[in-house]
């Protein structure tokens, strides 16, 4: 019998978790980061560059996988796994939030979301089943139901048709998963800034049982004052015995922040985009390497950084590859900022299992007050 898709909380620490998801391809160590794949890659990053980060698990895009090359391409591959090289978890997105966001020609009904592809113009037609069956083609470890993202600012009536409709399509998205042994559906919850509205969903989607839950609706232009005011009681809304993600965030503060409120899993395309832009993400804030200061400097971008960008090259070298627009610099920055990043939730999960979170916070913080910071 294949093994099922499980949740282990091992330690808490105020509102902070540390746990294990267990999956057929591999445990995930929570809270945990997951770098993004969009189009069956991590830009700029070989597949065993990315575990050597310590990740554990990637997130796939089902709405440009499915325009490109297409889910029954890539099932006929093999699956995404396969095909992208890749052997640990994969957790793919629905693909709503991609069809609000990026399409200008999109008409929403109780059915689904007709588009047209950003690529080419072609036509399509994307519902809760057909989210599912995209998912499964891929071969995700993680599927997300398909929900609408609710945009920001958003009025208290439109919320919560929003969020209703999202629920509707919770419960087809639950109909149409089946039973998948070794596989996961993951709920979103949504309704915007108001808590009795996030209260409802999260009742809604314990009601139709998910094998995790995601907070969604966030990191769409609240701003993290916002943000952190809807996670000082979202997550405690939802399940103690399943993993709680937070869709698409964030900067490293959003991180220790959200973990603090209790949130297991992430991602962002921050530490990849960034990398692609002359930025390195460190203990002290944002360096841009493109500044002309860095263009003699022999220092590493962060000497007890222990990634091979800043082993073996300069801020003068990184400096000198960006400026020329040199494949291998926005390579090693992305590299360091992945590397950045896993160092920072593994330092996350050793405070919370020994009861030392707070301190490790300050300690944060207090880098980056002092640090050389240049603003994101």
Not at 61 to 83: D, Q
Not at 172 to 179: L, M
């Amino acid at each position: 019998m294949m093994k099922r898709f499980e949740f282990e909380l091992h330690n808490t620490d105020g509102l902070a978790r540390r746990g294990i998801v267990k999956t057929p391809r591999g445990d995930i160590q929570t809270p945990a980061f997951m770098p993004v794949g969009t189009a069956a890659t991590v830009k700029a990053m070989m597949p065993e560059s990315v575990a050597a980060t310590g990740a554990e698990i990637l997130l796939g895009n089902t709405y440009h996988l499915m325009l490109r090359p297409g889910a029954e391409r890539v099932h006929n591959l093999g699956g995404l796994h396969k095909f992208m090289n890749w052997d640990k978890p994969i957790l793919t997105d629905s693909g709503g939030y991609q069809v609000m966001s990026l399409t200008d020609l999109r008409k929403l009904t109780e059915e689904g979301v007709k588009f047209r592809s950003h690529i080419d113009g072609s036509e399509h037609n994307l519902t809760p089943e057909r989210s599912m069956e995209i998912q499964k083609l891929l071969g995700s470890d993680i599927v997300m139901s398909f929900d609408e993202c609710t945009p920001y600012p958003a009025t208290e009536k439109q919320a919560r048709t929003s969020m209703e409709l999202s629920m509707r399509w919770a419960q087809r998205s639950r109909d149409a998963f089946g039973d998948r042994p070794g596989y996961a559906l993951f709920g979103i919850q949504q309704g915007s800034t108001f808590k009795d509205m996030r209260e409802e969903s999260a009742q809604a989607l314990q009601g139709i049982e998910f094998d995790g839950y995601a907070v969604g609706g966030l990191a769409v232009g609240e701003g993290q004052d916002m943000m952190f005011e809807v996670l000082d009681y979202a997550p405690q809304q939802l399940p103690i015995d399943k993993p709680r993600y937070l869709m698409g965030v964030g900067k490293p503060d959003d991180l220790v922040g959200a973990v603090q409120r209790g949130i297991d899993m992430f991602d962002c395309v921050l530490p990849s985009r960034s990398g692609r832009t002359g930025q390195g993400l460190t203990r002290f804030g944002a360096v841009n390497l493109r500044n002309a200061r860095h263009k003699s400097d022999p220092r590493p971008l962060d000497e007890k950084c222990t990634c091979p960008c800043c082993q073996k090259y300069s801020r003068a070298y990184l400096h000198h590859t960006i400026k020329c627009n040199e494949i291998i610099g926005s390579m090693l920055l992305t590299w360091h900022n992945l590397h950045y990043y896993q160092e920072l939730m593994a330092g996350l999960r050793g405070a919370i299992a020994s009861q030392n979170l707070d301190a490790f916070v300050k300690g944060f913080h207090s880098l980056r007050i002092e640090g050389d910071i240049e603003p994101i």
